[in-house]
């Protein structure tokens, strides 16, 4: 095997072994936390099990949910209206699920993700082809955040 080869095959590997696991049926195991009151939750909880993540989902009210999310780790600014744990990760808001895989395969030292607010066209907030320009956070461990994806708007 040829040295070119030898890399090309490891790309080829590197990009096809996530759809690989989701063709095995090993589902990712992904818990949120959501008001219960709450439509917008329930939808991108139907994204992520459409996407092939094995989703459970837990009401929490008011406070409790509050609690959580601040103890996880997610700054103020951050915050959004459910938040998940995802193999020792937080996702905070409508995080593309593309964005939770690239996440999980590239493992950085994080806390996890945040769509802060509730940006429409995300996940579970309206349709794509109108969505508004967001941005993915990067949640770093020391509270500091850094752009992992930006979306324009459509």
Not at 8 to 30: D, E, F, H, K
Request: aromatic content about 6%; charged content about 20%; overall charge negative.
């Amino acid at each position: 095997m040829t040295r070119r080869g030898l890399i090309l095959g490891g790309a080829a590997l590197a990009v096809s072994a996530p759809n690989m696991v989701r063709a095995q049926g090993a589902a990712l195991a992904i818990h949120v936390l959501r008001d219960p009151n709450c439509g917008c939750c329930e939808a991108w909880a139907r994204i992520l099990t459409a996407d092939g993540f094995d989703v459970t989902v837990e009401n929490a009210l008011g406070t409790l949910l509050m609690r959580h999310k601040i103890d996880a780790g997610i700054p103020r600014d951050m915050i959004s209206c459910h938040t998940a744990g995802i193999a020792g990760y937080v996702i905070e808001g409508h995080v593309p699920p593309a964005d939770i895989r690239r996440l999980l395969s590239e493992r950085p030292d994080a806390v996890g993700l945040a769509v802060p607010g509730m940006p429409y066209g995300s996940p579970g907030m309206g349709p794509e082809e109108a969505r508004e320009a967001y941005d993915v956070f990067l949640i770093r461990r020391d509270g500091s955040t850094e752009v992992f994806t930006r979306y324009d708007a459509a």
